[in-house]
């Protein structure tokens, strides 16, 4: 909470904490997801017709005899072994099932979070060496260091998008903050989401496995912000090394598997 507190994303008074100035603006932002992820048991729904899977879905209405999937209506007709149900289109308005989100396992406000506790500001990288690669702590949440990733990927850079850091094989670490600065600052950047899963990181809606190829490339693409992530890479003006066996590297070896 102080961390927080210290770089204005809450105001605490009399021991009541409510927003701060730079926390409206990244409440009112598209940068805030979930904190926690959500395990479910998925319903399928399957056309008893065609044999098709329609959907994937967190449950069914109680007692409804059917249900509705993309603006199609279908009467549930039986079921299979485990949680599928067999349905087949039918006339009539049917409820709309429920749906459970999938979200970023951590988000960019515990990253920040973390690095106030370890005393971390926005002008120093963190890198520790993993052996076979090396982690560069961003602690920007999974959906920008996804954007770090491909960014590094179109430069030749194999990265990996973990919560708090960004994974980097063949670089040496101090070259990390010249490869990420050479991917987010260098030219115009190519929006890299439409060819990553950002679906597997943030919620794209019920519907988006029913949409075209072409259409689910625009759906990821869509979450791209170039501008802010500029502005975190651009404030980075120098790189430690942090050894893995101290106390530090110990919390980060820790984190980075995150």
Request: glycine share 12%; hydrophobic share 40%; net charge negative.
């Amino acid at each position: 909470m102080n961390s927080l507190a210290e770089v204005n994303l809450l105001r605490i008074r009399n021991e009541v904490a409510e927003p701060g100035p730079d926390g409206w603006g990244f409440i009112e932002s598209q940068q805030i997801y979930s904190n926690i992820a959500s395990s479910f048991s998925k319903v399928a729904l399957v056309d008893v017709d065609t044999g098709k899977r329609l959907a994937d879905v967190g449950g069914l209405e109680a007692g409804a005899g059917g249900v509705q999937i993309g603006g199609r209506s279908y009467e549930v007709v039986g079921s299979r072994a485990g949680r599928v149900r067999v349905v087949r289109g039918s006339a009539g308005e049917q409820p709309a099932p429920t749906y459970a989100a999938r979200s970023l396992p951590y988000a960019a406000d515990i990253g920040m979070a973390l690095a106030g506790r370890f005393g971390i500001d926005g002008s120093e990288l963190l890198v520790l060496d993993l052996g076979d690669r090396v982690a560069a702590f961003t602690w920007l949440g999974r959906l920008q260091n996804l954007c770090l990733e491909g960014l590094l990927g179109q430069k030749g850079v194999q990265a990996k998008a973990m919560s708090f850091s960004v994974h980097l094989r063949g670089v040496q670490p101090c070259d990390c903050l010249k490869k990420l600065t050479a991917a987010a600052l260098d030219g115009p950047l190519e929006n890299p989401l439409p060819n990553l899963r950002v679906e597997n990181v943030v919620d794209l809606g019920p519907h988006f496995e029913l949409l075209t190829e072409e259409q689910q490339r625009s759906a990821r693409g869509d979450w791209f912000e170039a501008e802010p992530l500029r502005g975190s890479v651009s404030k980075l003006a120098r790189v430690r090394l942090v050894e893995r066996e101290g106390s530090l590297g110990k919390e980060l070896a820790g984190l980075a598997g995150i």
